[in-house]
């Protein structure tokens, strides 16, 4: 792998490394996110939103971006399995694969913005949909 990959991908292994460390506290800082409805869901999205916007900004594909931010959702919600006081759950795996798509979708929204037109109507190497 190229130094300049490397690098590139650096923030998104830093990233996950940190999900994974909050996943393995007992009680995370922010733990207390299960008192008002659905904010822990709305954490989740964030947390797995900006995994798969890096991802994708260390040149993964959409559809890579997404499926290894989702994946490393399954990872910690298996880790939380295993730590006491805290439980997985399904739901959590939704917003993170939820988040992810939505991330993606705005990197490329962001993206097609910055380079204009010629983006948006192929050319300049840019795709057409």
Known sequence: MRPGRVARALPAQLWAGGILLLSSMPDPPGGRLADVPHLDKVAHAGLFGVLAALLRLAGLPPAWAVAV?????????????????????????????????????????????????????????????
């Not at 399954?74 to 694969?97: H, N, T, Y």
């Open 69 to 129: 931010a989702g994946a490393w959702g399954v990872l910690d919600e298996a880790l939380q399995a295993r730590i006491p006081g805290r439980d997985p759950s399904a739901g959590d795996v939704a917003a993170d694969l939820a988040g992810a798509v939505l991330a993606v979708m705005v990197v490329r929204w962001l993206a097609a913005r910055g380079r204009g037109a010629g983006y948006r109507d192929g050319r300049n190497g840019g795709p057409t949909s």
